[in-house]
């Protein structure tokens, strides 16, 4: 794991360090040097919000499944935000670390709550999605990779629902001998992944990603206020379009934390739409990468380092 964020954290330095150098280092000085830093207390607090709003979703999930026995509330977030470290990881898929802390505590299989981690991701991707969708209007040139995505997680939703489908195909790899055991985990996976996805729990989830995610990409409008750009309506909606889209470049790109993706998708899309120029554009991207992905990862090693004090040194021996 140390590996792993030593290498994100020096690739993530070194993407803003060429996002600098391709929009002019100088401008990108100045740009930082001239941010309003009083706003910071907002765009943290907005990120803080976004963090607050998932947690609770995690925490309903949890009691959903029937996984909570044994687990405090401050275990609870201990886990969720112990999680946010592997955010720099591919899609995200290193935070089933949380099933390997919940299985540390009350022996709750990783194969029975990793769903819940799928269930996250597939309910931010939708919110993503809808924020998106607001701004469309001002960016014709994303429209076909928007529908690609709302296509792909339709067609991925109505199969998870299929649940003949799905057991057939679990019904041959368990004949296979050498997938009995893989079989067995991943019809215990779909059980929880079913439950979580059906259309009502989807659509409460989703409700709760939009508000929570939305924090965020006011966030990022209000960074851009730092840098000298008039708070209207337009820009909330630019703002919005712009985070939204982003993330999901990076998150379909399956890099670590979408690094390079998203940085780049954000400084173009900024520089032709707000429009500002190079250097700011840059600047506001490297802030709300440091506000947001990165303060995420600090706090999630201050709660892996809290959550290993208070239950063992060896608490993430299954990660």
Not at 49 to 70: D, F, I, V
Not at 170 to 193: E, G, I, K, M, N
Not at 221 to 229: D, H, P, Y
Request: glycine content about 10%; some cysteine.
């Amino acid at each position: 794991m140390r590996r792993n964020l030593l290498f994100a954290a020096g690739l993530g330095l070194a993407i803003s360090l060429v996002l600098g150098l391709l929009a002019d280092a100088r401008a990108v000085a100045a740009s930082l040097a001239a941010f309003d830093a009083s706003v910071l207390p907002l765009v943290i607090g907005l990120t803080a919000l976004n963090y607050a709003l998932r947690w609770a979703k995690w925490h309903g999930y949890l009691h959903q499944l029937a996984m909570a026995k044994g687990i405090t509330i401050l275990d609870s977030i201990l886990i969720f935000a112990g999680g946010m470290i592997m955010a720099v990881t591919p899609a995200k898929v290193g935070e089933v670390l949380k099933s390997a802390l919940l299985k540390r505590l009350n022996g709750t299989a990783v194969s029975a709550s990793a769903p819940i981690v799928v269930a996250e991701r597939v309910t931010d991707g939708i919110a993503m999605l809808l924020l998106m969708s607001v701004g469309l209007t001002l960016y014709e040139p994303a429209r076909p990779a928007f529908i690609a995505l709302v296509l792909l997680t339709i067609i991925g939703l109505v199969l998870i629902q299929w649940r003949r489908a799905v057991a057939w195909g679990l019904a041959r790899l368990a004949a296979l001998p050498v997938a009995q055991r893989s079989a067995t985990r991943l019809a215990a996976a779909y059980d929880s992944t079913r439950a979580l996805l059906g259309w009502r729990a989807l659509f409460g989830a989703t409700i709760v990603s939009v508000v929570s995610w939305f924090g965020e990409c006011l966030a990022f409008a209000f960074v851009l206020v730092g840098l000298g750009v008039p708070l209207d309506a337009r820009l909330v909606i630019v703002a919005t379009f712009v985070f939204a889209a982003s993330t999901l470049f990076g998150l379909v790109s399956f890099l670590p934390g979408g690094l390079g993706v998203s940085e780049a998708s954000s400084a173009g899309l900024l520089v032709l739409l707000v429009p500002l120029a190079g250097g700011p554009a840059a600047a506001a991207t490297i802030i709300i990468r440091f506000a947001t992905l990165w303060f995420g990862v600090a706090l999630g090693a201050l709660a892996l380092l809290w959550f290993r004090r208070r239950h063992g040194a060896h608490a993430d021996e299954h990660a």
